[in-house]
């Protein structure tokens, strides 16, 4: 299969990785900080972070997690912030300290929080404050034993950070009363570690950095361990990709997806570090106008987004007002680039927008667009060095023909060691020999540009992010109304797909606004079923397993 894209390995577009001399992310990092040290790391709600101050910050923290409450390497840690400047402070503190980081959707339900959270074995967490009521609700089930509440504006300053957790508290009521009384502040950890020096620890690269939570066909969700090799080879995968654009110490990120999705942590948060910029941090990239209001302000390089919010942007009036003279490459990724958003981007900033495609299991890039300027909608690109792709069959033989669909199969030093605690999940997709099975089926052009067909999971893809429909059934027919249902995609123009779910009734006074109040309760935003059909039946096979395919069609 590699003979396909032969012509663009020839012509240095595609190439095997020069590997980071360091064997693990605390080792970069801390090389990375000395480099760079008194360049701008982060922004964020208008105050900045060097990268000697993060790492000063950031050993303080390894302190407090090491010889405070008595961490070891390889003991988990849960993160559960938005986009703010504690989160790379708790993050490279973690990795520092030889722990295993498990990022966690700040608007996951307690259901879903405790689920995670016990399937991890977490033994701390770090979490904003205005989603410590949820946690405060399961803590008892979980093994976490030490917590650190930070509020919104903790990093900001004097007086900024006292006005902005004013504001948000006791203005805006945007911090639902919790008690968790054994609970650190952010502020009083850093203090505790800086009295009690950090040590270094011995980091193997094959130890685990992330356990990055992904879904899967069973609808459980599970962790898909990345080691600090995985992550490093893709930092430097996408370094080397993007070198022919990016410079040294020139760059600064637009980071807007939140740094708990893998896309944004990777592409932005680690990779850009390591070229000495600056990641613009957005905390809310919901409210439109204040988004647009922080852009104004800075001359940033660099943007990575989904389509969605590409589209929200360009449909605000105050967009008409940004100047994009530096900006040189937008990215998009999450979920399928629509033709009419990318010439509509491409007019409006007079720049490039690219396509790629990743999964959490591979850290996540796999297969990006060349920058080179040209117009290939539709198209996911071409592998990213040291990556190998192949299409099979359903009987698993290798598709060798250009145009004809095959599930996307990939290896490379980036896919994932397995699924945590998981080995048969993780022999279903990831075969002895290192090939990962992706699930998502997709064709090449005589070029060797790769385009996503379909999803031979039942996989929803909801701005972005995966929503798996076993899950949302699991919830729906806990309700002692519901007989049986099944949940399925269907297209929106706002996020791609919404979720849709076909319900047979146990009892006939059911609802549709009873379904959805329940769903409030114990699905995220995203997941939650948007369109509800009621049906005397489903469709099944023979064995009685529900035909979603058959509900689509």
């Given at each position: 299969m590699e003979r396909v894209w032969l012509k663009s390995y020839a012509e240095g577009v595609a190439h095997?990785?020069?590997p980071f001399e360091q064997k693990n992310l605390a080792a970069l990092f801390d090389e990375t900080c000395q480099k760079y040290a008194d360049n701008t790391a982060f922004i964020n709600m208008g105050?900045?972070?060097?990268?000697?101050e993060i790492h000063k910050l950031s050993e303080e923290f390894a302190g407090f997690l090491q010889n405070h409450i008595g961490l070891k390497p390889g003991d988990r840690i849960a993160l559960q912030m938005p986009n703010v400047l504690q989160f790379p402070i708790a993050l490279f503190g973690a990795l520092k300290a030889g722990l295993t980081v498990v990022n966690t959707n700040p608007l996951y339900t307690e259901r879903e929080m405790e689920h995670q959270f016990n399937d991890s074995g977490a033994k701390a967490i770090v979490i904003l404050s205005n989603f410590a009521s949820k946690l405060e609700e399961i803590i008892d089930k979980t093994q976490i034993e030490t917590v650190v509440v930070t509020q919104l504006g903790d990093m900001l300053g004097f007086p900024k950070s006292l006005l902005v957790n004013t504001v948000v508290k006791h203005v805006k009521k945007m911090v639902p009363k919790y008690n968790l009384p054994n609970a650190y502040s952010f502020h009083q950890a850093l203090n505790i570690g800086a009295d009690k020096p950090f040590t270094h620890v011995n980091i193997d690269s094959e130890d685990l950095a992330f356990l990055q939570y992904t879904g899967g066909t069973t609808g459980v969700s599970k962790g898909a361990m990345l080691t600090h090799d995985n992550i490093l080879k893709n930092c430097k995968q996408i370094k080397e990709f993007m070198m022919v654009m990016l410079k040294e110490q020139e760059e600064m990120i637009v980071t807007a997806l939140p740094l708990y999705h893998i896309f944004s942590l990777t592409a932005n948060f680690l990779n850009i570090f390591t070229f000495g910029g600056t990641n613009l941090l957005i905390t809310n990239?919901?409210?439109?106008?204040?988004?647009?209001?922080?852009?104004?302000?800075y001359d940033y390089t660099i943007m990575t987004g989904v389509n969605t919010l590409y589209n929200a942007l360009m449909n605000h009036p105050d967009f008409n007002n940004l100047e994009f003279?530096?900006?040189?490459?937008?990215?998009?990724?999450?979920?399928?680039?629509q033709s009419s958003v990318c010439e509509e981007w491409k007019k409006r900033t007079n720049s490039l927008i690219i396509e790629g495609y990743g999964l959490t299991e591979c850290s996540p890039v796999v297969i990006v667009n060349p920058l080179d300027g040209n117009d290939r909608v539709g198209s996911i690109g071409i592998p990213v060095p040291s990556t190998h792709i192949k299409l099979i069959d359903d009987d698993g033989n290798e598709v060798s023909k250009a145009g004809e669909p095959g599930e996307l199969c990939a290896k490379g030093p980036q896919v994932m060691k397995g699924y945590w605690q998981r080995p048969d999940e993780t022999s279903a997709v990831l075969d002895k020999d290192g090939w990962l099975k992706t699930g998502d089926i997709a064709s090449f052009s005589e070029d060797g540009f790769f385009k996503i067909v379909d999803r031979k999971k039942d996989m929803i893809l909801v701005s972005g992010f995966n929503v798996y429909p076993n899950e949302v059934e699991d919830v729906v027919c806990q309700m002692p109304e519901v007989l049986e249902c099944a949940a399925i995609g269907v297209p929106n123009d706002h996020s791609g797909e919404v979720v849709k779910i076909f319900v047979v009734k146990k009892n006939k006074s059911l609802t549709e606004e009873q379904i959805k109040a329940y769903c409030k309760e114990n699905l995220t935003g995203y997941k939650r079923p948007q369109e509800i059909e009621f049906r005397d039946e489903l469709p099944k096979t023979n064995v009685g397993k529900i035909l979603r395919r058959a509900l689509k069609e």
């Open positions: 095997d990785i020069v105050s900045e972070l060097s990268f000697r990239p919901k409210d439109i106008k204040g988004f647009i209001k922080t852009l104004s302000k003279s530096k900006l040189k490459v937008s990215i998009a990724g999450g979920m399928a680039l």
